[in-house]
């Protein structure tokens, strides 16, 4: 068992209990090949949640600063996460992210950069229109749905891969590109809040 699986386990037997975790649209989810996997941003438990209920191994791009932090620098590049500094573009995050989308691998990121105060879906970064357009991954949009409260339930929506086909050889811009993610998540919000 990889230290990826094990902390999947115990994570798993925490968490799921707790927040009476309910995963939806499992099916809509890529068997093999590269995933862009683009999720609302509500608390700092969203990427062991995703990492948790998702059916492949997610590799997160995480805060540069949270790999300065002890016991984080050496659990999180164990479990898949790679560091990306943030309010600027970085190129060596940006290079990584392509490369393993297309080694077939599953991408994990929050376009809105930052944890929602409200709890609404805010506007997304140009990261995420940026992978969806240079890469040949699915683009999975994902809702974590309800609030972080002990055993009230909390949902896991995965979404329809959106198809970029005809947007890409119509050539829009990133910007654009992220808007439809960020566009495809409310839907899913708005669709499965109780």
């Known amino acids: 068992m990889t230290f990826y699986q094990f902390s999947k386990t115990v994570v798993n037997s925490i968490l799921r209990p707790l927040y009476r975790i309910e995963v939806r649209g499992i099916e809509n989810f890529p068997k093999s090949g590269g995933v862009l996997l683009c999720t ?6 969203d990427p062991p949640v995703v990492g948790i209920t998702c059916p492949r191994p997610v590799s997160f791009m ?3 600063e949270l790999f300065r932090v002890p016991i984080l620098k050496s659990i999180l590049p164990n479990v898949k996460a790679f560091p990306v500094k943030r309010g600027m573009s970085d190129r060596g995050a940006l290079r990584k992210g392509l ?11 929050f376009p809105e950069g930052t944890r929602s105060k409200t709890g609404k879906v805010g506007k997304g970064l140009a ?5 969806a357009l240079r890469s040949d991954a699915e683009i999975i949009p994902c809702a974590i ?8 339930k909390l949902k896991v929506v995965y979404g329809k891969p959106i198809d970029f086909t005809g947007l890409k050889k119509e ?12 566009g495809e998540i409310k839907k899913i919000i708005d669709t499965h809040q109780d």
Do not use: R
């Open 145 to 152: 749905i309800g609030p972080y409260k002990p055993f009230k």
């Open 40 to 45: 609302n941003h509500i608390s700092n438990l």
């Open 127 to 131: 990261g995420a229109g940026f992978f």
């Open 171 to 182: 050539k829009i811009s990133v910007e654009d590109a992220t808007e439809i993610i960020m």
């Open 62 to 64: 995480a805060k540069e």
């Open 99 to 109: 490369s393993l989308l297309k080694e077939g691998e599953v991408l994990g990121l």
